[in-house]
Each structure stands twice: as C-alpha cells, then as structure tokens.
C-alpha cells in the first residue's frame, strides 16, 4: 500500500513514493563540474543511491564525466488543510513566489473569494491555476483577455 506525490519545484519535478515500511528517493538534481550541464538520477532505494554514489556508476549523460555535484533545489510541498485567509502578507509572498500554480490558485480562490465570485475571468484563472497550469501562462492569457493580472 502506497501513495505518490508529484511536486513542482524551482528547478524542476519531483516524483516521490511513499510506501509502508519502506523508504523511496525522490530523483536528484546533479550538475556536471566538467561541462556545467544538469541531469537528473532516479533511485528507487537508499541502498542504490550509496551504491552510485561510491562505484562510480554516475556519470554526466552529456560528456561522460564523472564530476557530478548534487544540487538542491527548492520545492513547495502544499501542507493539508492550509488556511491561507489566515496568512501573513509574508507567507502569501511565498506561496506567490514560490511557483506551485496549484498553491496559488487555491490561495486566489481562498482568499479573493469575492473577487473571483464576481469576475468570470479570475474564477476561471484561479481554476486553471489549481489544475496545475503555469502561473505565467494564465497570467499572460488574463492580460491578453484585459483582466486583471496583478500588474
């Protein structure tokens, strides 16, 4: 029995099982130290990530090096039953910043309640957003359409 969990980050996606009694990796952003290029290295166990991490195994699919540093990357993990009308300024920054469209979708939703209620163009913005479209892609469609994209 287990669950998964997809996650957006600033570097990229995340993909995490969770299964009783057994711990899972997510995958790891590396970065060649020969070349500069990123890559990215899924394990299915702890066991075989020290595996890699000691025989070698890794290399830069790129140039074959063997330079490889780990990078760590940013991610926003939406906590259950987040009550963002009670939110500071300072944490709705965050979740603002933090580039989880389906985060800032439930925060236009929760919080401009009114505001969306009352203009079809930001129901349907705040709907896409916790779809999980890009907030650059409903913010640009939200200028072109004349709403208001919070500019």
């Not at 394990?43 to 890699?52: C, H, N, P, S, V």
Request: proline share 3%; net charge negative; glycine share 10%.
């Amino acid at each position: 029995m287990g669950a998964h969990f997809h996650i957006m980050g600033h570097n990229g996606e995340y993909d995490f099982s969770v299964r009783w009694m057994e711990r899972i990796m997510p995958a790891y952003d590396y970065r060649c130290n020969a070349c500069g290029r990123a890559s990215q290295f899924f394990y299915k166990t702890y066991k075989d990530y020290d595996a890699a991490s000691t025989d070698g195994s890794r290399v830069c699919p790129n140039c074959g090096s063997k330079e490889l540093v780990r990078t760590i990357s940013r991610v926003a993990i939406p906590k259950p039953g987040r009550n963002y009308a009670k939110m500071s300024s300072d944490e709705m920054l965050s979740v603002l910043e933090g580039g989880d469209a389906r985060e800032v979708g439930r925060l236009m939703h929760e919080v401009g309640q009114d505001a969306v209620l009352d203009d079809p163009a930001m129901a349907d913005a705040a709907k896409r957003l916790m779809k999980g479209e890009s907030v650059e892609k409903v913010e640009a469609d939200l200028s072109a359409s004349g709403g208001d994209a919070g500019t």
